[in-house]
Every structure is written in C-alpha cells, then in structure tokens.
C-alpha cells in the first residue's frame, strides 16, 4: 500500500542525506577546507572500496543468517544503526580539523570516512535495499517500490543540491568563488538529525510480509558462495549497469562543483542546476510503472542511458560556457540516466529471486550486498 511506498521512499531520503552529500561536498571539503591533496583523497577512497569488497558481503550474509528480531529481517537493522550511521556521517566535516598537522589530517580522513562508509552505511543500506523483497511478492509492487526510493533520492539530491551551494559558497571582495569551512560542518549536523528522522519514518511505516523458512543447512565456504553468484548472469549485467550509472551520475555531480567554482565562476547558480537535474527525474515519477509495463523495464532503462549518452558527448565537444545552454543538455541527460535509475531498484528484487531458483537458497542480503559493492 501506499503507507510501505511512502516509507520505504523516506530509507533512501536518509540514506542519501549522508551519501549525496559525501559524494558530491566531500571531495570539496577534503580539498579546499582541509586541504588534502586530490591524489591523496583518490587513494583513500579506492582503499576504502577494497575494505568494503569485505565489508558488504560480510553484512549480507550476517543479514541473511541471523534469526529475525521481532521486528523483522531488516527492519531491526534500520532501528539498530539510523543514529550510527548519522553520527559517522557528522564526524567527516569537522571543520576546525584544518589546523592540524598533515599526516593528522589524513588519518582524520582515512579513520572517519571507513567509519561511514564501509561500516556504518553498509550496515544500514544492505538491509534497507534487500528489504524490498520482503515488503511483497508482486512484480508491480516491486517496481513502484523502487519508483518510490528514487523519488525520495531525488527528494534528497535536491534539498542538498539547492541549499548546500548557498550555505557553503561565497564570494570574496575580489570576485573569487571561495567556500566556508564551518558551513560544511553545520550542514553535516543538520542533515544527520535530518537522516534518523527519514529512517525513523521507513521504520515505523514498512512492514515485513514475506517470511522465507531458513532450511538447515551446511554452511558453505566463500567459494561456493561466489560461484553461484558468477554463474547468475542477470546479477553481472546490473552490476555492470550500474557501474556506467554511477560513473556518469556521480562524476557529473561532484565535477559541477568544480565547473561552477572554476569555470563559470557562478557557485551560486549551482542550486538552480540541481533543481534542473533532479526536477526531470521527479517529472518522469509518475510515468514510470507504465513505461515499465508497456515497454519493458530493460527496454526503457537501455533508451535512457542513450539518450544520456548522445547529449553528454554533446556536452563534451561543444565545450558548453553558457549557462542557460547549459542547463538544458544536463536536463535532457539526467531525463535518460533518471529513467533507468527510477527502475533499477526494481531489478534486483528480481535478481534476488532469481538467485534463489537457480542455487536453491535464499540470499536477500547477499546479493544486495554483491551489488552495492559494485555501486560504492
């Protein structure tokens, strides 16, 4: 019902509070408030991916082998971990951390950004993404819950992507794009405070209807486990899906940051192309269960990269400086990457029983986990 769609869009209203922001501010942060070397944050976050190769899968198969609390599969994990992750979150923009030595400053970056990151969001977004398999059955509910988390992403991305701009820039008396590091560190709180209360929302309005009986049996070694994954060739398709959405979504949102600070030396009209980005995303919501129904989710999802594609090429060699031009490429892109974006979180609800059919076993938690590593 609506109540387990409006829930279930406020989990990635929280969990995009902390993870649109680090994706998008905290490369700023780390470079021009405490000054870290680009070439330094590159290596720190690679790293961080390899401890999450351990992290995630190690949190599916938690997930997947610990008796239910009473509150469900999932569901426990959102109570459990909602102030954790908030507070990891928090932790990487403290400002005042930019007078300190070098080597501090690194370990600061290093200690608190895998607190976040490969501990404290991987134990709350494995089980929030594996949930949707047990909210229902049905295809169609499926596809409408991914609808809804996409929409409360894009609900997200836009509070962050219009307010973030106009709190942490400013122009100095010289005309330069300059950032205020104390900012950084107010919006980190705000938007932890921000985050319990989405995730305290999903909580108290999803419920968990699906039980599947645990059967008994023999604990399988790891390379059991992957090769039943490796042999699911709907799984490596999304992940490699995701990996060219990721790349296109991501880079284009912490390269604006750059492109606006540095070549069209406007910060503030930051805030007006995110709304543009995120409000054809928020255009298509409405339209999506029946693009999905009429064309096809695969279909529908491989024209919208296309046409993302053909204008980012467009972008590319035009070597856009003019705004308003501009604004409108990067409306038509994020139309295509938002179509598929909107139904990707349908597709592995099915992936996961798909698994199931093929292995014979249950692993909710475990192939969500495979393919949130592939996203981080």
């Not at 921000?194 to 599947?212: D, I, Q």
Request: proline share 3%; with cysteine.
């Amino acid at each position: 019902g609506i109540r387990d769609k409006i829930g279930y869009m406020f989990g990635d209203f929280g969990n995009d509070f902390s993870f649109i922001f680090a994706s998008s501010y905290l490369m700023v942060f780390y470079t021009k408030v405490l000054g870290i070397s680009g070439f330094a944050v590159g290596i720190l976050f690679m790293g961080s991916r390899l401890v999450d190769a351990v992290t995630d899968v190690t949190m599916g198969r938690i997930v997947d082998h610990m008796q239910p609390a009473r509150d469900g599969r999932f569901r426990s994990w959102i109570r459990r971990m909602c102030v954790p992750v908030a507070v990891a979150s928090t932790l990487m923009y403290l400002y005042f951390v930019r007078d300190w030595a070098y080597w501090a400053r690194l370990v600061y970056a290093s200690v608190t950004y895998l607190l976040w990151s490969s501990f404290c969001y991987t134990a709350i977004n494995i089980p929030y993404g594996s949930m949707a398999s047990v909210i229902s059955p049905d295809v169609k509910d499926r596809a409408s819950l991914s609808t809804f988390r996409s929409i409360g992403a894009s609900l997200a991305g836009l509070v962050i992507g219009v307010l973030v701009p106009l709190i942490v820039y400013e122009t100095d008396p010289a005309g330069n794009q300059i950032v205020k590091p104390m900012s950084f560190t107010v919006t980190a709180v705000a938007f932890g405070i921000l985050s319990v209360g989405c995730y305290a929302l999903c909580y108290f309005l999803c419920r968990e209807r699906v039980a599947f009986d645990k059967k008994e049996e023999k604990r399988e070694g790891i390379g059991v486990m992957l090769r039943g994954l490796g042999q699911n060739r709907p799984l490596l398709a999304l992940v490699c899906a995701a990996l060219v959405l990721l790349l296109a979504t991501l880079l284009g949102q912490t390269m604006n940051n750059y492109l606006f600070l540095d070549y069209f030396k406007n910060a503030k009209m930051l805030s007006a192309v995110n709304v543009v980005s995120i409000g054809g995303t928020l255009l298509l919501a409405p339209f999506i269960s029946t693009i999905a129904s009429r064309f096809g989710k695969k279909e529908a999802g491989a024209l919208g990269m296309l046409l993302a594609g053909v204008v980012y090429l467009l972008l590319f060699f035009l070597r856009v400086r003019n705004i308003p031009l501009f604004m409108v490429l990067l409306f038509l892109g994020t139309l295509g990457t938002g179509l598929f974006n909107m139904i990707i979180w349908a597709f592995i609800t099915d992936i996961i029983d798909y698994q199931e059919i093929a292995t014979g076993r249950r692993e909710d938690g475990t192939v969500y986990a495979v393919y949130s590593f592939a996203r981080k």
